[in-house]
């Protein structure tokens, strides 16, 4: 690693609105995040959804709007925020320089044509061609390859004009990951200058629900750390961040939010303490850049009752260790698959910026006990609900 990595700008939609003070005032205000969760569209699982966001702010033609899904626009909408913060919104020479980094789901479904069509294929007996010719006229080919990843990373690059390289990662939570991590060490290894990387998830989809039917909680709200198997709660989220090498921001006079020190990943078939030992190598890894002062954590657990349990056990005995102010974001944002460790990102971002960690989602859960002030590093981990580990560390400048 040769080159310093730094962000220079963040955009977070969520549930509990977007940017960086929306999200520190909700996360601040246990009612405000508590009333931002939907127990009644898809019950009986619970959602956190994004309510409105103005798409004209970053996503400024109505063409564009209406070819994409609710994801896309997420994820289009917090990059330009992303783009904005850094300074580099609008500017074609630095546009044409910054490489795109994202990681994606598959499709979106189109929920009224599925039941156009079997409503219509009850009524007649020539299925087969009754079902070619309503998807060879009922889908948009804009619309329906939009929701692929390739064309997710597509569309930004179109509506934001950032034109240097492209890379996609699909994968549920490890890719999100992955997306930072590679972006991370093409910095340090001089194979780039600027990064935008970045996910999003629509939690508020039926078909999600299906998918994840087995993993979700089906139950009243209880501790995000001590859920059944199904214990997870979807949240709808855009996530995205600039990432530069110390050279390039400070050649064009951009201020650092934070500097990116390490990031990880791994997995495991998780058997018994396989992920725990994944997490205690990363863990060792980060040790020798690890100072004093009290540190933030912000946690991946997605809920899922077993390994959520493991993280916590792991986490309890770091925090005997040294001041440790672990908070379970998913509680108050939900789990937004890809997009939920670029999400922990920004919010550990915000947690060194202001020196201090928003006040505990769990007050009763002893990990979540310590207040902390006087912060200059975070740690990010993402345990994903199957599969995956991974580990992030960001610091003051």
Known sequence: MTNDVWITGTGL???????????????SDPARWRQAIDSETFKPFHVHPIRTIDLDRYIPRKGDQRQMGPLQQYGA????????????????????NTHLV??????????????????????????????????????????????????FAGNISIVHGVSGSSRTFMGEEAAGIDALRVAFERIGAGQGDCFLIGSAFNAARRDSMLVFQPALLADAMT????????????????TFLVAESRAHAEARGARPLARLRA?????????????????????????????????????????????????????????????????????????????????????????????????????????????ASGVRQAVVTGWGHWRGEGLALVEAV
């Open 102 to 151: 994202v990681a994606s789901t598959g499709g979106e479904r189109d929920e009224a044509l599925d039941g156009q069509i079997v409503a219509s294929l009850t009524e007649k007996p020539d299925r087969e061609v009754l079902l070619n010719e309503q998807l060879s006229t009922g889908l948009r080919p804009t619309l329906f390859l939009a929701q692929l990843p390739n064309l």
């Open 223 to 238: 501790s995000l750390w001590h859920r059944p198997t199904g214990g997870m709660t979807l949240g709808s989220m855009g």
């Open 263 to 371: 990031v990880m990943n791994d997995r495991c078939r998780r058997e018994p303490g396989a992920a725990s030992a994944n997490a205690q190598r990363q863990w060792d890894a980060i040790a020798p850049l690890l100072g004093d002062a009290p540190l933030g954590l912000m946690s991946g657990a997605s809920g899922a009752g077993p390994i959520t349990g493991e993280e916590r056990d792991f986490l309890e005995r770091r925090a005997g260790k040294a001041p440790l102010a672990v908070r379970g974001t998913a509680a108050a944002i939900g789990h937004g698959m890809e997009a939920s460790f670029l999400a922990n990102v920004i919010l550990a971002i915000s947690c060194v910026g202001r020196g201090s960690v928003f006040p505990a989602l769990d007050p009763d859960e002893p990990i979540e006990a310590t207040a």
């Open 77 to 96: 909408y917090a990059a330009g925020m992303a783009l904005a913060a850094a300074g580099i919104a609008g500017n074609a020479d630095l546009l044409k």
């Open 13 to 27: 939609v969520s549930a509990l609105g977007e940017g960086d003070e929306g999200h520190w005032a909700a996360l």
